[in-house]
């Protein structure tokens, strides 16, 4: 195969200092390392997470200044001389974790999202918003060419993650699971990994276009946190027995849902934390966790192999989440609408605008 054509300069959305916004302008393209890719990002999907690192939500500094963005789908056009099994033309995703040591006693384990020298794509190195970026070659993820680059973006940190809280919930088919900002980009995944894995689930979130989108991706029930006068009681109610569902998936970005949550589990159920609002804690009583048998954990992404199971599950068709795509020079928007908790579903950019 021919050698792609690599300009020298390239268009991206830079955050120059903590707290933004985000500027659209012409930067230099990098050179791939020995064990690294260069990828021309086509589409990257837009995460919470990308605007929690612009805000400096997290006890954790971002580079500056910083492209941002981890759900990115695109082509190799070039790549170091000791990457052997990813090819000039492959189709891959460049997620959330850029790179690992791959020697640690995590990584050993395949546990590399615990990894202490882990690299974050859009956080600790630049990430997916910009038409050329580069990521290590062990952990870009591997997509099939049937695959189109504009929908699969979101499932490299959205859908990744969904998947793998729901097998850490240990929800078995046919049991149900709350999903708590169902309507949001990791939602809405969440409710489309569950109908695919056999599960049935309650949707909780604020607002009759959520409601409308919930139900429409496999949702059984709807809780608006917004109107409902006892969520703990409408979440129990919405399942046969009135016991509560067997597992909990707290996505939404606010503190209250994650004090809540161990009041509507079933017993012996799991509560599983993902979102990660800023400054905040949980809090469950002591007594009921015990004698209710209750399991609260959290969950951080995923590892390789649940990288290429859930790619798997997307390109068997069972995962249509709506997305919307927008010209890249239009991030600052998006992140406008986020803020005001307006988005439905996914926002995708496109990196050729
Ligand atoms: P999003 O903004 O698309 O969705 C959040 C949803 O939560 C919105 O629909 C909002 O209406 C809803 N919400 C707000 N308050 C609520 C409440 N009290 N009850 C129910 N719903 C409520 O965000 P996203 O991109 O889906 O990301 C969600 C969170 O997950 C972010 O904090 C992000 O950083 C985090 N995240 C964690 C991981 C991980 O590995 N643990 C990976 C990706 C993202
Ligand atoms: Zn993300």
Redo the contacts with the bound molecule.
């Keep these: 195969m021919s050698q792609p054509e690599i300009p020298t300069e390239q268009w991206a959305q830079v955050v120059e200092k903590t707290g933004g916004p985000v500027t659209y302008k012409k930067i230099p393209v990098q050179k791939p390392g020995p064990d690294e890719v260069l990828v021309n990002v086509k589409y990257s999907g837009v ?3 990308d605007l ?1 690192a612009m805000q400096g939500d997290w006890p954790l500094a971002t580079k500056l200044p910083l492209v941002g963005g981890h759900e990115g789908a695109g082509v190799v056009v070039a790549r170091g001389e000791l990457v052997k099994d990813v090819q000039i033309g492959d189709h891959v995703g460049i997620k ?1 974790l850029n790179g690992s040591c791959l020697d640690c006693s995590f990584c050993l384990q395949s546990d590399e999202p615990l990894c202490p020298k882990a690299l974050l794509s859009g956080y600790t190195v630049d990430g997916t918003f910009q038409q050329y970026a580069i990521a290590k070659a062990a952990h870009v993820a591997r997509i099939p060419k049937s695959c189109d680059l504009e929908v699969i973006a979101p499932v490299l ?2 859908g990744i ?1 969904v998947y793998k809280g729901l097998k850490e919930s240990g929800a078995r088919p046919g049991q149900w699971v709350a999903i ?2 169902a ?5 809405s995944m969440a409710l489309q990994y569950a109908k695919a894995m056999g599960l049935r689930t309650i949707a ?3 607002g009759e276009e ?1 409601a409308k989108s919930t139900k429409a991706l496999g949702a059984e029930a709807y809780v608006d ?1 917004q109107s409902s006068k006892n969520i703990v009681q409408d979440v129990k109610t919405a399942t046969p027995d009135g016991l509560g569902p067997q597992a909990v998936l707290l ?4 503190e ?2 994650f004090q809540q949550a161990t009041e509507y589990v079933r017993s012996r159920g799991s509560v599983v934390c ?4 800023a400054n905040a804690f949980l809090r469950a009583p002591v007594f009921d966790t015990v004698v209710r048998m209750i399991n609260i954990k959290g ?3 995923g590892n390789r192999q649940d990288t290429a199971e859930a790619i798997e599950f997307f390109a068997r068709g069972l995962i249509n989440v709506p997305s919307k795509t927008v010209g890249l020079s239009e991030l600052q928007n998006v992140y406008q609408l ?1 803020t005001e ?1 307006k ?1 439905v579903g996914r926002y995708v950019v496109d990196t050729s605008r």
């Design positions: 995460c919470h997470t929690h959330w940190c959205a993650t708590v900002g309507g949001g980009g990791l939602g909780i979130d604020g959520k946190f996505l939404a970005v606010s209250k849902p993902i979102g990660l609002p969950s951080y992404v986020m908790g988005i």
